[in-house]
Every structure is written in C-alpha cells, then in structure tokens.
C-alpha cells in the first residue's frame, strides 16, 4: 500500500527542486508516494491583509510575511512538470472577520486543495510558543468554546476541502474540564453536510498534547457522522513526512474506517467511515 501525505511545510528551506526532492525521499522511505504541500497563509506577502489586527497578530503575521506566493506556486508547478508526484496546497487560516477576503485570495490561485485551520483566537495564536503564557491567565473551557465556534464557521464558510488539526487547541496540553460532546456532535454534523474531510494528523504526537489530532472522543463522533478522514503528517522537515502514519491507520480502523481504495496502485490517505 502506499501513501500520500497533504500536509507538508517547505517554510524551513528554499523554494528548489533540491529541498523538495528530499521530503520527497524521505517520505519514499515510509511508503509517501505523493506529497501535497500546504504552506501557511501568513507566510506569503500577498496575504498580508488576511490576517490584520492591531494587536499581536497583525504584528506577528507581518513579520512572518516574506514569501511571494507566486515562487511557491511557480516551484511546485515546476516539480509537476518534472513529474514529481506533488500537489499544490496551502493552509489557511480561518479569520471571521476577513472572510469574504479569503474566499477572493483562494479563488485567485490553482490550489490542488485547501486545508482550514484555526491558529487564532482573536489576538491569540494560541499555539505559538511565544503566547504560552497567556494561557495562563485564561478559562481552558472557555478558551476551547471559543476555538471551536470560530471551527464551526469555517466548516460552513465552505472554503475548505479539510479541515486541519480539528482539535489543535489541545497542543500544549491544556484539556478542557467541561464535556465537550455537544461541540464535538455539532463539529462532526456541520462537516458531513458539508462534505468535507476532517483531518487525522499525527503531529499532535510530537506535540506536549501527546495524542493525534483528533482525540478518540472527537473521533467517535466523526465515525458517528460518518465524516471522511485524512490522515497527513504536517511535517515541517523531511524526516516527518509520513511519520505515524500506521499509528494513524489502526487509530482510524478502531472507529470502523477503512481506505477509501480508489485503486490499489493509487496512493492513497483518506478513509471513510465502513462501520
Ligand atoms: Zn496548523
Ligand atoms: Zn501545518
């Protein structure tokens, strides 16, 4: 069987065919066939405005902004030309109040796909080292209702094919003490009548949360709504490409998935719920 991983970050690296080449043999090395990258939204100049805010956020994402979208797109391209088997993706934030903006910056590129996610909360880049303190001084149930509301209103936004990390407000370790069943079902419903993939990502494990994203809960009730999944592994070096991946594949078959099997010689990394 082999694999492809649509979760992957060129950020640490140049934009060649040399730095794409070894995520490429790395991953060879864990069965990857196929590799999607999906670099962030803030990384690029052209989506600078997406992200504006007076507080720490416009500031943070100002300085992380310092790549021109069209040599991403122009050294992926090329890859594909060379017949590499390679996708062009991006990982978008999802910011409520610039919305419509996302939809016209998305529409504006060939994107292959477009995973979702929520980095922000507000000011709150909630997963950034730098704002580890700051968690501190917040109610962890509150913080977790709040990451999934603005959750929600990306899955109905309908711009993304998958929604990322479904559960990264986890990732340094701080669990919400309330149940969180009702925001998981309304999540898992919201996703299904949307028809998009709920993502299986395995870089939860490298992560203080020290589980995949998402938690057995959560998936329980992705295999309830019979949401499809994807399992990618967000590497931001080579040597994570793939990485977990048969750790991800038993995760999903407890929940009665199985590969969707397109063809056996097909690459392959979404599963669908079988029972
Ligand atoms: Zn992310
Ligand atoms: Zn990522």
Redesign the pocket.
Known sequence: MKFRDYHVHLEQGPYTIEWIKRFMEEGKKRGIAEIGFSEHGHRFVQAKGLYRSPGFRGQWTTGEAVQNIEEYIEIVEKAKSMGFPVKLGI?MDYIPECEAEIRGFLREYPFDYVLG?I?WIGDFGFDNPEMLDEWNSCDVDETYLKYFDILLRAVESGMFDCI??PD?IKVFGHRAMGDMSRIYELVAKAMKKMGIFAEVNTAGLRKPAGEMYPSPLMMEYFAAYKVPVMINS?AHRPEDVGRDFDKAIDFVKHYGYESEGVSLTQPENRYVFKG
């Open positions: 990982e996610s980095h990322a990390h990264v967000d």
